[in-house]
């Protein structure tokens, strides 16, 4: 039987409107069929990347279980971090210019409660850190030495993240003509985002990156910045970022995937908007690869990104799969 009533009546299409307003109901296809009691899918994961698909299974590990989306995207994204074969987030990410790797991390959940941590040292698991900052402080971030002595005193272990790989990697580079030009490219950006939705219906978010490949000391991107790199708002739905954090940064990315959301956009066509609105506001183009990655309350996937490639990991009680998002640009 069918779960999914369609009506196509005048009266019935402007209470439509309203039922798009709160950011469920119709996508763009359905403009003349309003969908009624669309039943919520839940739980999902999605992360962003190819590494996303290990990492969504520890989060599914969890959420299967009924474990709250917090704890799901917390242990989702931790796999990544330890991962020292992975170049851009946490353990084995590409350092800053001078060697030292710093890592960037937030995290958000259901209440709007948030943490990050930015320009962190020596801690393999920043996620974990940004969530003792949301729960155990009245901050929202902590950065640099600060944050480090902050997550000792919390028992974190400190760790040596320069791998061999990633030093031999760096020492080319230093060699190399492009010294003190940073490299981001469709190659290197590689930051885990992380949304889910639990049994319950509650959303949450995880976001953790080594940042932009030998950048300047000090830089700090997009990802540990609420409403640039991640955000959750339980009543519509969350989104993430992954790219070039400066261009996000810009336009408050993820905020402003989701309160497109908030105004009846599917979670693709927040995407693209968001997408289409850092295009208009970049004079040079290239290699401005950005891409955001969307959950909305009723359990409904999308992402976007500037140019060919971003894809990302996603989970449900059916399938476990990675997906090309679609694009505005070819390389
Ligand atoms: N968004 C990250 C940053 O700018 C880079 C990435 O996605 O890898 O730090």
Not at 53 to 79: H, Y
Request: with cysteine; charged share 25%; aromatic share 6%.
């Amino acid at each position: 039987m069918k779960r999914r009533t369609f009506l196509s009546s005048t009266a019935l299409a402007s209470l439509g409107v309203l039922l798009t307003r709160c950011g469920f109901a119709a996508t763009s296809e359905d403009k003349n069929e309003t969908q009624l009691n669309a039943p919520a899918k839940k739980p999902v994961v999605v992360s962003t990347w190819i590494h996303g698909m290990q990492a969504n299974k520890a989060a599914w590990a969890l959420l299967s279980t009924k474990k709250s989306s917090l704890d799901a995207v917390e242990q989702g994204v931790r796999i990544t971090e330890s991962d020292a074969e992975n170049r851009s987030v946490g353990l084995g990410g590409n350092p800053d210019r001078d060697g030292n790797v710093t890592l960037d991390a937030c995290i958000m959940n259901h209440e709007s409660e948030c943490g990050a941590v930015a320009y962190l040292q020596n801690i393999e698991n920043p996620i974990s850190v940004a969530r003792k900052v949301m729960e155990d402080t009245p901050h929202v971030m902590l950065v640099g030495k600060g944050a480090e002595e902050f997550a000792y005193n919390q028992g974190f272990p400190k760790k040596d993240l320069l791998t061999e790989g990633a030093k031999e990697a760096w020492l080319k580079w230093k060699e190399s003509e492009d010294l003190k030009k940073p490299e981001i490219n469709h190659e290197n950006h590689d930051t885990i985002g992380m949304l889910a939705i639990d049994q319950d219906g509650n959303l949450s978010g995880a976001c953790t990156t080594s940042g932009w490949a030998y950048k300047l000391p000090g830089r700090v991107g997009d990802s540990p910045i609420i409403g640039a790199g991640l955000f959750v708002d339980n009543e519509i739905g969350a989104a993430c970022a992954t790219g070039m954090g400066e261009a996000v940064i810009r336009i408050a990315g993820s905020h402003t995937v989701v309160e497109l959301m908030r105004q009846g956009k599917t979670p693709n066509e927040a995407c693209k908007l968001a997408v289409e609105r850092i295009i208009s506001k970049h004079k040079d183009l290239k290699d401005l690869q950005v891409g955001f990655l969307a959950l909305n309350k009723n359990g409904e996937a999308g992402a976007y990104s500037t140019y060919a490639g971003f894809n990302y990991a996603y989970t449900d009680n059916e399938k476990a799969e990675l997906i090309d998002a679609g694009y505005e640009m070819e390389w």
